[in-house]
Protein backbone atom coordinates (compact mmCIF):
# COMPACT_ATOMS: atom_id res chain seq x y z
CA UNK A 1 0.00 0.00 0.00
CA UNK A 2 0.88 3.71 -0.87
CA UNK A 3 2.28 6.17 1.80
CA UNK A 4 0.20 9.12 1.94
CA UNK A 5 1.27 12.52 2.83
CA UNK A 6 0.13 11.93 6.42
CA UNK A 7 2.73 9.25 6.28
CA UNK A 8 4.97 11.69 4.66
CA UNK A 9 4.84 14.09 7.23
CA UNK A 10 5.65 11.41 10.31
CA UNK A 11 8.87 10.00 8.62
CA UNK A 12 9.98 13.67 7.92
CA UNK A 13 9.46 14.44 11.42
CA UNK A 14 11.13 11.23 12.79
CA UNK A 15 13.77 12.33 10.47
CA UNK A 16 13.75 15.68 12.12
CA UNK A 17 13.40 17.12 8.93
CA UNK A 18 11.33 20.57 9.15
CA UNK A 19 9.18 21.84 6.30
CA UNK A 20 6.31 23.79 5.22
CA UNK A 21 3.50 22.68 3.23
CA UNK A 22 1.41 24.91 1.50
CA UNK A 23 -2.45 23.23 0.36
CA UNK A 24 -4.14 24.53 -2.68
CA UNK A 25 -6.24 23.34 -5.75
CA UNK A 26 -5.22 20.23 -7.47
CA UNK A 27 -2.17 21.26 -9.91
CA UNK A 28 -1.30 19.12 -12.86
CA UNK A 29 1.32 21.05 -14.82
CA UNK A 30 4.15 23.13 -14.52
CA UNK A 31 2.04 26.21 -16.24
CA UNK A 32 -0.64 25.70 -13.79
CA UNK A 33 1.18 26.01 -10.78
CA UNK A 34 2.97 28.90 -12.15
CA UNK A 35 -0.05 30.65 -12.27
CA UNK A 36 -1.38 29.95 -8.52
CA UNK A 37 1.82 29.62 -6.75
CA UNK A 38 1.65 33.61 -5.67
CA UNK A 39 4.69 34.46 -3.46
CA UNK A 40 5.72 31.19 -2.16
CA UNK A 41 9.43 30.94 -1.96
CA UNK A 42 12.25 28.66 -3.22
CA UNK A 43 12.92 27.06 -6.39
CA UNK A 44 9.98 25.09 -7.85
CA UNK A 45 10.83 21.57 -9.45
CA UNK A 46 9.07 19.33 -11.68
CA UNK A 47 9.76 15.76 -11.41
CA UNK A 48 9.93 13.15 -14.78
CA UNK A 49 9.77 9.06 -13.99
CA UNK A 50 11.15 7.90 -16.78
CA UNK A 51 12.11 4.33 -18.30
CA UNK A 52 15.16 3.63 -20.51
CA UNK A 53 14.61 1.20 -23.35
CA UNK A 54 16.51 -1.55 -21.14
CA UNK A 55 13.76 -1.46 -18.39
CA UNK A 56 15.93 0.98 -15.99
CA UNK A 57 13.79 3.00 -14.11
CA UNK A 58 14.72 6.80 -13.37
CA UNK A 59 13.39 10.00 -11.37
CA UNK A 60 14.98 13.16 -13.09
CA UNK A 61 14.32 16.30 -10.22
CA UNK A 62 15.22 19.81 -11.81
CA UNK A 63 13.89 23.20 -11.37
CA UNK A 64 11.00 23.70 -13.07
CA UNK A 65 12.42 26.16 -15.85
CA UNK A 66 15.30 23.55 -16.95
CA UNK A 67 14.97 22.27 -20.36
CA UNK A 68 15.55 18.46 -20.54
CA UNK A 69 17.12 17.02 -23.66
CA UNK A 70 16.16 13.27 -23.55
CA UNK A 71 18.82 12.43 -25.70
CA UNK A 72 21.29 14.13 -24.14
CA UNK A 73 20.37 12.94 -20.84
CA UNK A 74 20.84 9.25 -21.38
CA UNK A 75 24.26 9.92 -22.60
CA UNK A 76 25.43 12.02 -19.68
CA UNK A 77 23.12 9.06 -17.56
CA UNK A 78 24.74 6.07 -19.54
CA UNK A 79 21.24 4.83 -20.35
CA UNK A 80 20.01 3.17 -23.06
CA UNK A 81 17.53 5.55 -24.85
CA UNK A 82 14.96 7.08 -22.29
CA UNK A 83 11.19 7.42 -22.38
CA UNK A 84 8.63 8.74 -19.60
CA UNK A 85 7.43 5.65 -17.60
CA UNK A 86 3.65 4.48 -18.62
CA UNK A 87 1.15 5.92 -15.20
CA UNK A 88 0.31 2.24 -14.60
CA UNK A 89 4.19 1.80 -13.64
CA UNK A 90 4.75 4.73 -12.11
CA UNK A 91 1.84 4.21 -9.79
CA UNK A 92 3.48 0.55 -8.78
CA UNK A 93 6.47 1.55 -8.18
CA UNK A 94 6.63 5.29 -6.47
CA UNK A 95 2.83 5.08 -5.67
CA UNK A 96 1.70 8.14 -7.07
CA UNK A 97 -0.32 9.28 -10.18
CA UNK A 98 0.83 11.81 -12.98
CA UNK A 99 0.90 15.56 -11.69
CA UNK A 100 2.17 14.54 -8.13
CA UNK A 101 5.58 12.96 -9.33
CA UNK A 102 7.89 13.92 -6.41
CA UNK A 103 11.05 12.76 -4.61
CA UNK A 104 8.61 12.07 -1.39
CA UNK A 105 7.42 9.47 -3.93
CA UNK A 106 10.61 6.55 -3.48
CA UNK A 107 9.30 6.14 0.38
CA UNK A 108 7.03 3.88 -1.84
CA UNK A 109 9.87 2.19 -3.74
CA UNK A 110 10.84 0.12 -1.11
CA UNK A 111 12.75 -2.84 -3.63
CA UNK A 112 15.01 0.52 -4.79
CA UNK A 113 13.98 0.32 -8.54
CA UNK A 114 14.85 3.89 -9.46
CA UNK A 115 17.89 5.85 -9.72
CA UNK A 116 17.30 9.63 -9.05
CA UNK A 117 19.10 11.87 -10.41
CA UNK A 118 19.25 15.84 -8.75
CA UNK A 119 19.98 19.07 -10.75
CA UNK A 120 23.01 20.66 -9.68
CA UNK A 121 21.95 24.14 -10.22
CA UNK A 122 18.40 22.73 -8.10
CA UNK A 123 20.78 22.35 -5.10
CA UNK A 124 22.06 24.97 -4.45
CA UNK A 125 19.34 27.33 -3.75
CA UNK A 126 17.83 27.71 -0.15
CA UNK A 127 14.99 26.26 -0.21
CA UNK A 128 13.00 23.90 -2.68
CA UNK A 129 9.13 22.75 -3.13
CA UNK A 130 7.77 19.65 -3.93
CA UNK A 131 4.30 17.93 -3.87
CA UNK A 132 4.27 15.82 -1.13
CA UNK A 133 2.19 12.74 -2.75
CA UNK A 134 -1.00 14.62 -3.64
CA UNK A 135 -1.23 17.51 -6.19
CA UNK A 136 -3.06 19.53 -3.92
CA UNK A 137 -0.48 20.55 -1.13
CA UNK A 138 3.00 22.12 -1.95
CA UNK A 139 6.12 20.98 0.80
CA UNK A 140 8.98 23.16 1.50
CA UNK A 141 12.75 21.22 2.14
CA UNK A 142 15.96 22.36 2.17
CA UNK A 143 18.43 20.47 -0.22
CA UNK A 144 20.60 18.82 2.62
CA UNK A 145 16.97 17.51 4.24
CA UNK A 146 16.18 16.22 0.76
CA UNK A 147 19.35 14.38 0.39
CA UNK A 148 18.86 13.30 4.14
CA UNK A 149 15.39 11.64 2.99
CA UNK A 150 16.50 10.26 -0.19
CA UNK A 151 19.15 8.38 1.49
CA UNK A 152 16.70 7.22 4.27
CA UNK A 153 14.35 5.76 1.46
CA UNK A 154 17.36 3.77 0.73
CA UNK A 155 18.57 5.53 -2.89
CA UNK A 156 22.07 7.09 -3.30
CA UNK A 157 21.44 9.93 -6.33
CA UNK A 158 23.41 11.10 -8.47
CA UNK A 159 23.77 15.24 -8.86
CA UNK A 160 24.32 16.11 -12.30
CA UNK A 161 24.40 19.43 -14.31
CA UNK A 162 21.10 19.52 -16.44
Known amino acids: MSATPDDLFARLEQLNIATTTHTHPPLFSVEESQKLRGNLPGGHCKNLFLKDKKGVLWLIVALEEQR ?22 LQKILGVSPGSVTPFALMNDREIQVRVVLDARMMELDLLNYHPLTNHMTTSICPPDLQKFIADCGHTPVTVAL
Do not use: H, I, N, Q
Open 68 to 89: VDMKALGKTLSSARLSFGKPDL
